[in-house]
């Protein structure tokens, strides 16, 4: 199966969403990485169904048990 091919210009959706949603985090004065992951993760996760392949999160690297949320990239 090949995947389409599909251009994500600074213009595309995902890329104002996820600046959108920096903007807002920044605006509440959150700065910190873990804090902008979720958006981040957001951004790979909307990227990836473009591309029609699933995204899961990592799990987080402190050694707790992952969330049920939790999930790695995958590629069907």
């Known amino acids: 199966m090949t995947a389409r091919p599909v251009q994500i210009s600074p213009a595309h959706p995902v890329i104002r969403e996820y600046h959108r949603s920096l903007t807002a985090m920044r605006s509440q004065g959150v700065e910190h990485e873990s804090a902008l992951r979720h958006s981040f993760q957001n951004l ?3 990227s990836a169904r473009l591309h029609e392949w699933n995204f899961m999160a990592s799990p987080p690297a ?4 992952p969330a049920p949320q939790h999930a ?3 590629f069907t």
């Open 44 to 46: 790979l996760a909307d």
């Open 62 to 65: 402190c050694g707790l048990k």
């Open 72 to 74: 790695k990239m995958t």
